[in-house]
């Protein structure tokens, strides 16, 4: 009879609370017959334990527990449990988090991630240290929604994610997770721990392997798959407690260099469009008119179709990602205060070698970014005891971040035949130095290149001060209110220049952009310019010889002297801007953030509540074409309200808000004034690019709701949902769609009342968990989650051609195992349905859904 009343307690009091709340119960809570006061389930996302439904804030908070039920590791499954969150796919460098709708819009390496992260009350300043990682051992994952920057280390300008993870313990435990899936998946994690000196030091190891080959298989090497999962880390903590008013927490992380073949994984659009908007015929050289040459055609092993239906690359590698870390986190209790200082220091590589959709040489690397960034922090923070007319937290943060950023592009044999106009390949293919010159156009060149800057040196360093006060006016109102200044100081050095002239440097420019590349001048028909050197002569005789076998270049005829320039021409087209070592113009600024917040408890189990929050991301330092162009900071106002409720007889937590939010120079891909090609051109006319640049007003509203239902015997159900009305209140700098880029077009156009990019109006998900009682203390658990997201646009010109359909995806698990959690062994599928809605997409090429996947994972606790 004992057993049996425990077990009908579980899903109404600490399943409700792990699916609902995802954190621990106070621990004076104190249970009733059938259900507990949900009220007791707790969060950390203000640097102290707080009842959830105390907190004005708009929070989902995950549980490890539901994670790990379904094998949900990555940030995207992750994801899909929240509510108005969504991870918009790149590579492990151009992923990133939104909230709301912002912050879809990949970083730049200048750049402060829209949506901060927080992993163990340590910052992360960078997008890609989420994108290629397993999330294991996790208790909890919190999401708060807003400006940030009162408390929780580094400031982020529409909200946080804040995962953490398991900690050390003095009680021995031991968990296990060993699982198979499709396509040679295995996943499998270790988390042991417990006391190392009884009383003194205790320690927790994590460790974790993910290897799998991703769904797409590469026609050329075909052990080489897109996306294929390739992780190993460990994580060691020891927690030491020498006296009752002192502790220490130290970690140490690391994972391995390894690749993940994540770029190139998209087809051509079979029939792309052929005209404009206004009728115009598209005239820019496609993939399939370039593999109609006879260049391409000579190779009967590969057709149009292979290149419409299959990935066949001969350069493509995986992306190596890797990372270490390292954080020592001090708490001192010093009478009703607590001082505590959190020391980390992060590491991250990256190394992409990217190759064009064919097994042609064309490239040897197709642009791929090198980084290497680093970044150490130190916060300071003083926290009040809870309780009394006011409790507060006080401190100070630092945080420099360098990152060494190098974008690569190598081109092969191949290029030359590749890139040329129609004319120039037609008259370079006419004969055999006509065919050398074409290979030799671009052949093994190599270049740090223009795009948006060969190499930059970036450093970027913050400083702040912070406070947060909660007022208790009286037993049901409280006014939070907080404020912090951030001290920014960023700075980048670049350059773009080539690296190896190749096969042939004798078809370089005299120079680009002043950087002086040893060439011969002529003009566009081969003739040689009048003023070169003694030495340039030399060099064009001795390239007379090379092609021609004829000793002067005097003595080409006028159809092998236009052979020349065309492959001159080629060269210089690819090899772009070119400019020397310079710095860009930092930004340095003083930037406010603060927070109002009242809430009112109407009664035990209903709080009311309003936010007003203002928050800044940094400006950026950044080169346009080697010349400095600035990006404005970014300011951002929200104001919400919102109730915290449970309800029927506290079996339904149930919370919803309404929210409006202001950004002011918002910062994402915009048109600007090219300086270079227009001081280059010197025609009187003004050119323009697309970069990084503020589109100068976005508004997002919209309602959230967020609950937790527990009423029905041994099933619970987690539900969010979200209307978000994102658009640009005024962007006047918007690049032309490409529909509407037809010659004679305006350079830019007015986005102003169109939908923000990347913002889905309709998103939710659904989590549910059922347990069936069988054969003592077994059960058969039933877990599943659905997650919904409408339409929107993929790309930040919202083109008609990149809307991402409406898309329903389901991952299910059933297993079979003990209450206790000794065993249990699950059979999950992820994308039950296969739901195949694209990726992404452009006019021209999309990136397929990946599809359903079946495993079976086995855990186990000693």
Same mark, same amino acid.
């Given at each position: 009879?004992?057993?049996?009343?425990?077990?009908?307690?579980?899903?109404?009091?600490?399943?409700?609370?792990?699916?609902?709340?995802?954190?621990?119960?106070?621990?004076?809570?104190?249970?009733?017959?059938?259900?507990?006061?949900?009220?007791?389930?707790?969060?950390?996302?203000?640097?102290?334990?707080?009842?959830?439904?105390?907190?004005?804030?708009?929070?989902?908070?995950?549980?490890?527990?539901?994670?790990?039920?379904?094998?949900?590791?990555?940030?995207?499954?992750?994801?899909?449990?929240?509510?108005?969150?969504?991870?918009?796919?790149?590579?492990?460098?151009?992923?990133?988090?939104?909230?709301?709708?912002?912050?879809?819009?990949?970083?730049?390496?200048?750049?402060?991630?829209?949506?901060?992260?927080?992993?163990?009350?340590?910052?992360?300043?960078?997008?890609?240290?989420?994108?290629?990682?397993?999330?294991?051992?996790?208790?909890?994952?919190?999401?708060?929604?807003?400006?940030?920057?009162?408390?929780?280390?580094?400031?982020?300008?529409?909200?946080?994610?804040?995962?953490?993870?398991?900690?050390?313990?003095?009680?021995?435990?031991?968990?296990?997770?060993?699982?198979?899936?499709?396509?040679?998946?295995?996943?499998?994690?270790?988390?042991?721990?417990?006391?190392?000196?009884?009383?003194?030091?205790?320690?927790?190891?994590?460790?974790?392997?993910?290897?799998?080959?991703?769904?797409?298989?590469?026609?050329?090497?075909?052990?080489?798959?897109?996306?294929?999962?390739?992780?190993?880390?460990?994580?060691?903590?020891?927690?030491?407690?020498?006296?009752?008013?002192?502790?220490?927490?130290?970690?140490?992380?690391?994972?391995?260099?390894?690749?993940?073949?994540?770029?190139?994984?998209?087809?051509?659009?079979?029939?792309?469009?052929?005209?404009?908007?206004?009728?115009?015929?598209?005239?820019?050289?496609?993939?399939?008119?370039?593999?109609?040459?006879?260049?391409?055609?000579?190779?009967?092993?590969?057709?149009?179709?292979?290149?419409?239906?299959?990935?066949?690359?001969?350069?493509?590698?995986?992306?190596?990602?890797?990372?270490?870390?390292?954080?020592?986190?001090?708490?001192?209790?010093?009478?009703?205060?607590?001082?505590?200082?959190?020391?980390?220091?992060?590491?991250?590589?990256?190394?992409?070698?990217?190759?064009?959709?064919?097994?042609?040489?064309?490239?040897?690397?197709?642009?791929?970014?090198?980084?290497?960034?680093?970044?150490?922090?130190?916060?300071?923070?003083?926290?009040?005891?809870?309780?009394?007319?006011?409790?507060?937290?006080?401190?100070?943060?630092?945080?420099?971040?360098?990152?060494?950023?190098?974008?690569?592009?190598?081109?092969?044999?191949?290029?030359?035949?590749?890139?040329?106009?129609?004319?120039?390949?037609?008259?370079?293919?006419?004969?055999?130095?006509?065919?050398?010159?074409?290979?030799?156009?671009?052949?093994?060149?190599?270049?740090?290149?223009?795009?948006?800057?060969?190499?930059?040196?970036?450093?970027?360093?913050? #400083?702040?001060?912070? @406070?947060? /006060? !909660?007022?208790?006016?009286?037993?049901?109102?409280?006014?939070? $209110?907080? =404020?912090? +200044? %951030?001290?920014?100081?960023?700075?980048?050095?670049?350059?773009?220049?080539?690296?190896?002239?190749?096969?042939?440097?004798?078809?370089?420019?005299?120079?680009?952009?002043?950087?002086?590349?040893?060439?011969?001048?002529?003009?566009?028909?081969?003739?040689?310019?009048?003023?070169?050197? #003694?030495?340039?002569? @030399?060099? /064009? !005789?001795?390239?007379?010889?090379?092609?021609?076998?004829?000793? $002067?270049? =005097?003595? +080409? %005829?006028?159809?092998?002297?236009?052979?020349?320039?065309?492959?001159?021409?080629?060269?210089?087209?690819?090899?772009?801007?070119?400019?020397?070592?310079?710095?860009?113009?930092?930004?340095?600024?003083?930037?406010?953030?603060?927070?109002?917040?009242?809430?009112?408890?109407?009664?035990?189990?209903?709080?009311?509540?309003?936010?007003?929050?203002?928050?800044?991301?940094?400006?950026?330092?950044?080169?346009?074409?080697?010349?400095?162009?600035?990006?404005?900071?970014?300011?951002?106002?929200?104001?919400?309200?919102?109730?915290?409720?449970?309800?029927?007889?506290?079996?339904?937590?149930?919370?919803?808000?309404?929210?409006?939010?202001?950004?002011?120079?918002?910062?994402?891909?915009?048109?600007?004034?090219?300086?270079?090609?227009?001081?280059?051109?010197?025609?009187?006319?003004?050119?323009?690019?697309?970069?990084?640049?503020?589109?100068?007003?976005?508004?997002?509203?919209?309602?959230?709701?967020?609950?937790?239902?527990?009423?029905?015997?041994?099933?619970?159900?987690?539900?969010?949902?979200?209307?978000?009305?994102?658009?640009?209140?005024?962007?006047?700098?918007?690049?032309?769609?490409?529909?509407?880029?037809?010659?004679?077009?305006?350079?830019?156009?007015d986005q102003s009342g169109k939908p923000l990019a990347g913002a889905a109006k309709y998103t939710g998900n659904v989590g549910v968990d059922y347990r069936q009682p069988v054969w003592g203390d077994k059960e058969i658990n039933y877990t599943a989650n659905v997650a919904f997201s409408s339409s929107y646009y993929s790309d930040a010109g919202l083109s008609a051609y990149s809307i991402v359909p409406k898309s329903t995806t389901v991952d299910a698990g059933i297993g079979f195992g003990t209450r206790n959690k000794a065993f249990n062994v699950s059979l999950i599928v992820k994308n039950l349905f296969d739901d195949d809605t694209v990726r992404s997409r452009t006019s021209t090429s999309y990136t397929p859904a990946i599809p359903r996947s079946v495993g079976i994972q086995f855990m186990a606790r000693l």
């Amino acid at each position: 009879m004992t057993t049996t009343h425990r077990y009908r307690l579980k899903p109404v009091t600490a399943l409700i609370a792990t699916l609902a709340a995802g954190s621990t119960f106070a621990q004076d809570a104190a249970p009733a017959a059938d259900t507990q006061a949900l009220g007791a389930v707790t969060v950390r996302s203000r640097n102290r334990i707080e009842k959830l439904q105390d907190v004005p804030l708009s929070i989902s908070v995950i549980q490890g527990a539901e994670l790990d039920r379904l094998g949900a590791v990555g940030i995207d499954d992750i994801t899909k449990r929240a509510a108005n969150v969504s991870w918009n796919l790149g590579n492990q460098r151009t992923s990133s988090i939104s909230i709301r709708g912002i912050g879809k819009i990949g970083q730049t390496e200048a750049q402060d991630p829209s949506v901060g992260i927080i992993v163990d009350g340590v910052s992360y300043a960078y997008n890609a240290l989420t994108s290629s990682f397993d999330f294991v051992d996790i208790d909890t994952i919190e999401v708060t929604r807003g400006p940030q920057g009162t408390l929780l280390g580094k400031n982020a300008s529409v909200g946080n994610v804040i995962f953490t993870t398991k900690r050390p313990s003095f009680t021995p435990t031991a968990d296990f997770t060993l699982g198979f899936r499709q396509r040679d998946g295995l996943f499998a994690t270790a988390a042991v721990g417990g006391p190392v000196v009884d009383g003194l030091i205790a320690w927790r190891g994590t460790f974790s392997a993910n290897k799998g080959a991703g769904d797409i298989k590469n026609a050329y090497n075909r052990d080489i798959s897109y996306t294929n999962t390739d992780r190993i880390s460990g994580r060691v903590q020891f927690l030491i407690t020498p006296s009752p008013d002192f502790k220490a927490r130290i970690a140490f992380d690391l994972q391995p260099r390894a690749g993940e073949t994540t770029n190139g994984r998209a087809l051509p659009v079979v029939n792309p469009p052929t005209t404009y908007s206004n009728g115009a015929p598209i005239t820019t050289l496609t993939n399939e008119q370039r593999l109609a040459r006879r260049w391409f055609k000579d190779n009967t092993g590969y057709s149009l179709a292979d290149y419409q239906n299959v990935i066949t690359t001969d350069s493509v590698r995986g992306l190596v990602t890797g990372s270490a870390g390292a954080t020592a986190d001090l708490n001192w209790q010093l009478g009703s205060h607590t001082l505590t200082s959190i020391t980390a220091w992060k590491s991250y590589h990256f190394d992409a070698v990217n190759d064009d959709a064919t097994p042609f040489d064309v490239y040897r690397n197709a642009g791929g970014f090198w980084n290497d960034y680093r970044q150490a922090s130190q916060e300071l923070r003083l926290t009040s005891a809870p309780g009394g007319f006011v409790d507060y937290q006080a401190g100070l943060y630092f945080i420099k971040v360098d990152n060494t950023a190098d974008y690569r592009r190598w081109w092969g044999n191949d290029a030359g035949a590749w890139f040329a106009s129609n004319a120039q390949y037609a008259r370079l293919d006419a004969d055999g130095a006509g065919r050398d010159l074409l290979r030799n156009s671009l052949a093994n060149v190599r270049a740090s290149y223009n795009s948006p800057t060969g190499v930059q040196d970036i450093t970027n360093k913050s #400083a702040a001060i912070f @406070a947060q /006060a !909660n007022w208790h006016l009286s037993d049901a109102l409280t006014l939070t $209110t907080g =404020a912090r +200044l %951030t001290r920014e100081d960023r700075r980048n050095v670049g350059t773009s220049r080539i690296t190896s002239n190749g096969s042939a440097p004798e078809l370089n420019p005299v120079s680009v952009n002043g950087v002086a590349l040893g060439g011969f001048a002529t003009n566009a028909t081969g003739d040689l310019a009048a003023g070169n050197t #003694a030495e340039q002569i @030399a060099l /064009a !005789n001795a390239t007379a010889a090379k092609y021609f076998n004829v000793p $002067t270049y =005097a003595a +080409l %005829t006028a159809a092998q002297r236009r052979q020349v320039a065309d492959a001159k021409a080629i060269r210089q087209t690819n090899i772009g801007v070119l400019f020397p070592t310079v710095e860009a113009e930092p930004f340095k600024a003083t930037q406010p953030a603060w927070v109002l917040s009242p809430s009112y408890k109407f009664t035990r189990d209903l709080t009311g509540y309003a936010s007003l929050q203002h928050g800044e991301k940094a400006g950026i330092a950044q080169f346009v074409n080697g010349i400095s162009t600035p990006v404005k900071a970014e300011k951002t106002d929200s104001f919400e309200v919102g109730f915290k409720s449970a309800l029927l007889n506290k079996t339904l937590i149930l919370n919803a808000d309404v929210f409006l939010t202001r950004i002011k120079d918002y910062q994402q891909s915009v048109r600007v004034v090219d300086a270079y090609t227009t001081a280059l051109n010197n025609d009187g006319t003004f050119y323009y690019t697309s970069t990084t640049g503020n589109s100068p007003k976005v508004e997002v509203k919209g309602i959230e709701v967020d609950g937790v239902y527990g009423g029905i015997r041994n099933l619970t159900v987690r539900f969010s949902a979200a209307y978000n009305d994102a658009k640009y209140k005024s962007f006047p700098n918007a690049a032309q769609r490409a529909e509407d880029n037809f010659p004679g077009a305006a350079p830019y156009t007015d986005q102003s009342g169109k939908p923000l990019a990347g913002a889905a109006k309709y998103t939710g998900n659904v989590g549910v968990d059922y347990r069936q009682p069988v054969w003592g203390d077994k059960e058969i658990n039933y877990t599943a989650n659905v997650a919904f997201s409408s339409s929107y646009y993929s790309d930040a010109g919202l083109s008609a051609y990149s809307i991402v359909p409406k898309s329903t995806t389901v991952d299910a698990g059933i297993g079979f195992g003990t209450r206790n959690k000794a065993f249990n062994v699950s059979l999950i599928v992820k994308n039950l349905f296969d739901d195949d809605t694209v990726r992404s997409r452009t006019s021209t090429s999309y990136t397929p859904a990946i599809p359903r996947s079946v495993g079976i994972q086995f855990m186990a606790r000693l």
